[in-house]
């Protein structure tokens, strides 16, 4: 299969903005990265990072904080940025993406705040404790078209080439371990070599860590924080995420994605509602 180009794929044609005014910043959402008819939020958070990051003098996302307030539905959406902050090497910007509701008014989806630079200007020193996830081998994990089908509707699927450890997957099959772990190979699925604008969706690609405990469900992101280290080799992400504590209805998951350089590229922190019964 012919990869596509960072550029010229899938993901770059339906994140895409287009300049109406200063600031401002028309899309559309496409239904191929739903989830039970639901916009992805690290999708959303794409969108959004493109937009910002024409807004900046600098392009690349380094640190990214954003609140969901109301689901995001297939359709035209427009996206507002301000610009916060200049600096020489960081630049601190928000932007809001806004849908119209049913009764015509405008209504806003996600709010986020990002800082932006440029990793190419960042030193090589790296100190860290931190390891590559365990993942066996790519060909004895498992695809998503290799075990049943999940409930509800997952188009986003089509749009990853994953393949899930098989020592998280038990939930497919009615056996979910109840670690709170979920982890994958990771590609988009026309081969779209991952950068720092992909991996704002890739932090919330999988699926949730709440199968792995043995709920089912749409698990809604309430707020998501990404911190984006380093500009990401070519080639498959490994990307691994647990939840360590769910209460009041509510859980956590920490993920970080590892390029096939052995470097952390990315990490982050999500709270989400658990599903409900």
Known sequence: MAQA????SEFDRETAVSLRAPGVYDTRLFPGWTVMNIVNGGYLLAVMGRALGDALPHSDPFAVSAHYLTPSAPGPAVVRTETLRTGRTLSTGQA?????????NEVERIRFLASYGDLDALPDDVRT??????????ERCVGTADGPAPEGDFT???????????????????EPSGRGEMRAWFDLADGRAPDPLSLLFTVDALPPTSFDLGLRGWTPTVELTVHVRCRPAPGPLRVAITTRNLAGGFLEEDAEIWDSADRLVAQSRQLARAPRD
């Open 129 to 138: 404790t931190a390891k590559p996830p365990e993942i066996p081998p790519r």
């Open 96 to 104: 809001s993406l806004f849908q119209t509701g049913e009764d015509g």
């Open 156 to 174: 986003i699927l089509d749009r990853l080439a994953m393949r899930i450890d098989p020592a998280t997957v038990g939930w497919a099959v009615g």
């Open 5 to 8: 180009s960072i550029g010229d």
